[in-house]
């Protein structure tokens, strides 16, 4: 297909702003990697948060985990589906110690990072668990997968901080994970 | 932790007639950009997503889709465009796609792109696309294969700073 000359829309409006959607926090892999990535003193100002990630590992295959508030027990649930371009799983991780948000990019992909957007719904509120969902995947070129998650943090308590840490090897120089607030 | 109001209107279009939408010059100032459209085309046809203005068959796409009885998972390797829509076509149904371009305008990495797409009486869909390029992003063209959008079509342009 070949794109037909139609209508140039970049200066049809203004820039506004909603203010509604805040930046709070971005950290960004230097070189030599890092084992986790790690948000601390999350304001309780907002009524949603979003994590958007650009990742990739230092190993052939690594997974996304993250825990809440500090909390290693086993007070986590996720389901999940994944597909990689021919075949489609489904499936959940039950009574574990993290949740586990989809496939990192691999070490041997050159340039490629995944992408991902997980939101934490109502991470404050006090008579609920916490829910989340994600959506994440990366491309090489004839591999990669395209993932759906949802998890659960069976805790009333508010979310304060959260560790991302990939299931093995280091997150790779490059990789980034930036925090916004949503204001309800 | 500092914090600071984004996601932030680009730029808007309401293409009905036309076959594409050409977003330029766009600031390198945010760190992700999101494409959303809603609306429907003349008849079946895809809707595909180039980035700057040269392009080579460079990019692939991995999907996921499911019209209500089983899902589907597919692949595009070694392509020109990213297929926003490559599962059905569209045709006049009510439509929507939210296109995350993410950290579009680093000259490190090839650009990944996020698809959310749904079509409204037939099948919804998710995909990840990469961009084999690492020069930043600073035009995207949403076009169809020759079919005109629909009265009340929308193309609209966000960007999302980093803090």
Redesign the interface.
Same mark, same amino acid.
């Given at each position: 297909?070949s794109? @037909?000359?139609?209508? @140039? #829309?970049?200066?049809?409006?203004g820039?506004?702003?909603?203010?509604?959607?805040?930046? @709070?926090? =971005?950290v960004t892999v230097g070189s030599g990697g890092q084992s986790s990535i790690s948000f601390s003193?999350?304001?309780s100002t907002y009524k949603h948060l979003q994590f958007?990630m650009?990742l990739k590992g230092t190993v052939a295959s690594a997974a996304l985990l993250v825990q809440y508030s500090g909390d290693t027990a086993s007070n986590y649930n996720d389901h999940y589906?994944?597909?990689?371009?021919? =075949?489609?799983v489904a499936g959940y991780d039950a009574t574990a110690a993290m949740i586990i948000y989809g496939t990192m990019a691999p070490t041997a992909a050159t340039?490629?990072?995944? $992408?991902?957007?997980l939101d934490v719904l109502d991470y404050t509120n006090s008579n609920k668990y916490k829910t989340s969902r994600t959506?994440?995947? +990366?491309? #090489?070129?004839?591999s $990669? =997968?395209?993932d759906?998650d949802s998890g659960l943090w069976r805790s009333t308590s508010s979310i304060s901080s959260a560790l991302f840490y990939p299931t093995s090897g280091n997150f790779a120089q490059?990789s980034?994970i930036?925090? +916004? $607030?949503i204001k309800g | 932790?500092?914090?600071?109001?984004?996601? &932030?209107?680009?730029?808007?279009?309401s293409?009905s007639g036309?076959?594409?939408?050409?977003? /330029?010059?766009?600031p390198s100032t945010y760190?992700?950009l999101i494409l959303v459209f809603s609306g429907a085309l003349s008849a079946n046809d895809?809707i595909?997503l180039?980035l700057n203005s040269t392009y080579t068959n460079?990019?692939?796409?991995?999907?996921?889709a499911g019209n209500g009885t089983s899902?589907? /998972?597919?692949?595009g390797?070694?392509i020109y /465009?990213i297929y926003l829509y490559d599962y059905v076509s569209p045709g006049t149904t009510v439509s929507n796609i939210q296109a995350?371009v993410?950290?579009y305008s680093?000259t490190?990495?090839?650009k990944?792109?996020?698809i959310?797409d749904n079509s409204t009486n037939s099948y919804t869909e998710?995909?990840?696309?990469?961009w084999?390029d690492?020069s930043a992003v600073n035009q995207l063209?949403f076009? &169809?294969?020759?079919a005109t959008f629909s009265a009340g079509s929308t193309?609209t342009?966000y960007g999302?700073?980093?803090?």
């Amino acid at each position: 297909m070949s794109p @037909i000359p139609g209508i @140039i #829309a970049s200066q049809i409006t203004g820039h506004l702003s909603t203010n509604s959607f805040e930046s @709070i926090q =971005t950290v960004t892999v230097g070189s030599g990697g890092q084992s986790s990535i790690s948000f601390s003193s999350i304001p309780s100002t907002y009524k949603h948060l979003q994590f958007r990630m650009s990742l990739k590992g230092t190993v052939a295959s690594a997974a996304l985990l993250v825990q809440y508030s500090g909390d290693t027990a086993s007070n986590y649930n996720d389901h999940y589906l994944e597909a990689n371009g021919s =075949t489609v799983v489904a499936g959940y991780d039950a009574t574990a110690a993290m949740i586990i948000y989809g496939t990192m990019a691999p070490t041997a992909a050159t340039n490629v990072f995944s $992408g991902g957007v997980l939101d934490v719904l109502d991470y404050t509120n006090s008579n609920k668990y916490k829910t989340s969902r994600t959506l994440s995947g +990366y491309d #090489a070129n004839g591999s $990669g =997968t395209i993932d759906f998650d949802s998890g659960l943090w069976r805790s009333t308590s508010s979310i304060s901080s959260a560790l991302f840490y990939p299931t093995s090897g280091n997150f790779a120089q490059y990789s980034q994970i930036s925090l +916004y $607030g949503i204001k309800g | 932790m500092a914090a600071g109001a984004t996601y &932030t209107p680009i730029a808007t279009s309401s293409p009905s007639g036309l076959t594409s939408v050409t977003f /330029s010059s766009i600031p390198s100032t945010y760190t992700d950009l999101i494409l959303v459209f809603s609306g429907a085309l003349s008849a079946n046809d895809g809707i595909s997503l180039r980035l700057n203005s040269t392009y080579t068959n460079n990019n692939s796409i991995t999907s996921l889709a499911g019209n209500g009885t089983s899902a589907a /998972s597919g692949r595009g390797t070694n392509i020109y /465009s990213i297929y926003l829509y490559d599962y059905v076509s569209p045709g006049t149904t009510v439509s929507n796609i939210q296109a995350h371009v993410m950290n579009y305008s680093n000259t490190t990495t090839y650009k990944t792109i996020l698809i959310r797409d749904n079509s409204t009486n037939s099948y919804t869909e998710a995909s990840v696309g990469l961009w084999r390029d690492t020069s930043a992003v600073n035009q995207l063209i949403f076009y &169809t294969g020759g079919a005109t959008f629909s009265a009340g079509s929308t193309v609209t342009l966000y960007g999302i700073a980093a803090a």
